[in-house]
């Protein structure tokens, strides 16, 4: 039973448009959400979260957006630029002091020159 | 600097080999995670530990046991290594939440691509 789902296991953007990454999550407990962004030969690096309490969270050229009510969030990255290609993960959490993760399949993410 | 380390980058054993995967973090985290990273299934939970000496089941246990024996080590071993256990190797850590409604991110090592033949 797959809680959190990337449906798109790719995309691929122009340089200096913009970039949506989707999640869906089926449990309506998970309380935080996170993006995490990996290169390839790397582990994954945190790259942007979101409260459950809040809509959007904003940091430089990334934006999280969170619809409570259809269980679904994105990533916008405004304006893609080529050092962005990377694998990105959605990531949820129900509130505990284990830190315990559920992550997505990944979404690849090119961005062409 | 915060920093996750792994003992290898790149490990390749053979059918039935029992195997060890160190991970060592240097942030006094008390958790620690171990993942493994396929095409198409993302990052699935091995194992995890919330403190020394403890440890719970993730996703995907089977196969796999887990050793914390000091706060800042966390080894995985593959007791007898398959061909089906190839695949990315990431340990991560992290401090514990404040509540609900708040998360202290992972921070995750380099990882080990474990190939067995």
């Known amino acids: 039973d797959q809680q959190v789902k990337q449906n798109s296991p790719s995309l691929s953007v122009q340089e200096g448009r913009i970039s949506i990454l989707n999640c869906d999550y089926t449990?309506?407990?998970?309380?935080?959400f996170l993006w995490y962004k990996k290169y390839p030969a790397e582990g994954p690096t945190f790259l942007i979260s979101i409260s459950s309490i809040k809509d959007k969270n904003e940091d430089g050229r990334f934006t999280v957006f969170l619809n409570k009510s259809a269980k679904h969030l994105s990533l916008h990255i405004v304006p893609s630029q080529p050092g962005d290609s990377a694998v990105y993960f959605c990531?949820?959490?129900?509130?505990?002091?284990?830190?315990?993760?559920?992550f997505g399949q990944g979404t690849t993410l090119q961005v062409k020159p | 600097d915060v920093k996750v380390t792994q003992s290898s980058r790149y490990l390749v054993k053979r059918t039935g080999e029992k195997v060890f995967l160190e991970c060592v973090q240097d942030m006094d985290h008390e958790n620690m995670f171990w993942y493994r990273q396929d095409p198409g299934l993302g990052l699935r939970l091995i194992y995890f530990s919330y403190d020394v000496k403890m440890k719970e089941k993730g996703d995907i246990p089977e196969g796999y046991s887990v050793s914390r024996e000091k706060k800042e080590r966390f080894s995985l071993i593959l007791e007898s290594a398959s061909t089906n256990q190839t695949s990315m190797y990431l340990c991560?850590?992290?401090?514990?939440?404040?509540?609900?409604?708040?998360?202290?991110?992972?921070?995750f090592g380099p990882g080990t691509r474990l190939t067995v033949l």
């Open positions: 990531a949820a959490s129900v509130a505990s002091n284990t830190g315990k993760l559920i």
């Open positions: 991560a850590s992290s401090s514990p939440g404040q509540g609900t409604f708040s998360y202290n991110e992972q921070f």
């Open positions: 449990n309506s407990m998970f309380d935080y």
